[in-house]
């Protein structure tokens, strides 16, 4: 007899599965998405402007073929919401049998979706980087910049990690960190910089004067971060998926205006982590990372979540 549906809240959903097993997973992901193992479904959306302000509202979609799970992540950027005291990106994944399309599982993924983030950034990373990073700074200190800095001292040997903000936020939750104020302070002789701002339109902030030769820059926001001059600057260039590159991110404006054409990027995230693409030929060529989000990847962890809340007894029977 089929299971019932199961509809997974979020309090169960961040408990489910750990920054360790998240990471685990993405990275499993993206070599089976090399392979041809894992599909990628397209990705859509709008936005909407009135009086309760700007919103965009989009889906990305996927199939992870070995867990026989198919599924779509609906999720939300809503800039108020943080004056409203919810979460700015809330998500909800749905998954659905892969071979006969019944309905399996409902989540709530708005934690999973800054874990998620950021275990993509460092699998992406990690073939970029040394075995020892001397400076790493993170832009935003967001979710996504949060879990950055608490995946980075686990998976590197880091000298020191900079937060650059300006707020108070970053002294207040991650004590052991540097912060500085200024960001061409922060950014200046750093091996790795981390973008994850959270911007609401493109804001060009970092300058491609303060990087260092064969510094490795991940821009992780949905809005251009980084000054153009970084992407025509840039040796190699990775993106998560080049088609959502297009149409949002910090390469959609470069891409738009004509002055990035696909010949000009080495490849994707996927292959660079399965070792099919070399991330660099030689250690002062800067590297260049830009995502905005796998689609397949949520529905690979989703498929996990459900798998663990099934073992564990956990989640809400439907119907």
């Known amino acids: 007899m089929t299971p019932a549906p199961l509809y997974i809240d979020g309090e169960a959903a961040a408990h489910l599965l750990d920054p360790a097993s998240v990471l685990r997973v993405v990275e499993r992901a993206l070599v089976e998405l090399a392979e041809k193992r894992l599909v990628n479904g397209v990705k859509g959306g709008f936005s909407l402007d009135d009086g309760n302000g700007c919103r965009h509202m989009g889906a990305i979609s ?5 867990a026989n799970m198919v599924g779509v992540k609906w999720f939300a950027a809503v800039d108020a919401n943080s004056r409203r005291g919810l979460p700015r990106v809330p998500a909800t994944i749905l998954l659905c049998d892969a071979i006969t399309g019944l309905l399996t599982g409902v989540i709530d993924a708005t934690s999973l979706t800054a874990v998620r983030t950021a275990a993509l950034a460092i699998a992406a990373i990690r073939p970029c980087v040394g075995t020892r990073l001397r400076k790493a700074t993170i ?3 967001g979710p996504i910049g949060q879990a950055v800095a608490r995946y980075l001292p686990q998976q590197f040997d880091v000298g020191e990690i900079v937060v650059a903000s ?21 950014i200046t002789d750093a091996d790795l910089v981390v973008t994850a701002t959270g911007l609401s339109a493109n804001t060009p902030l970092v300058d491609a004067a303060w990087l260092k030769p064969g510094a490795t820059v991940c821009a992780l926001g949905s809005y251009q971060e980084i000054d153009g001059r970084i992407v025509a600057g840039a040796d190699r260039i990775f993106v998560d998926n080049w ?8 390469l959609a404006p470069v891409i738009q205006s004509g002055a990035l054409a696909r010949s000009a990027v080495t490849g994707a995230f996927a292959d660079l982590v399965a070792g099919k693409l ?25 498929a996990e979540l459900l798998k663990q809340a099934r073992i564990q007894g956990v989640g809400q029977p439907l119907g």
Do not use: Y
Not at 62 to 66: E, F, L, S
Not at 166 to 186: N, Y
């Open 278 to 302: 070399a991330a660099r030929a030689s250690a002062d060529q800067t590297v260049l990372l830009v995502s905005v989000g796998i689609g397949a990847l949520d529905i690979a962890l989703g």
């Open 243 to 250: 088609e959502a590159c297009r149409q949002r991110g910090n």
């Open 62 to 66: 996927g199939c992870d073929v070995a």
């Open 139 to 141: 832009v935003g200190f």
């Open 166 to 186: 300006r707020g108070g936020a970053a002294h207040k939750t991650a004590p052991s960190l540097t912060v500085e104020s200024r960001l061409d302070r922060a």
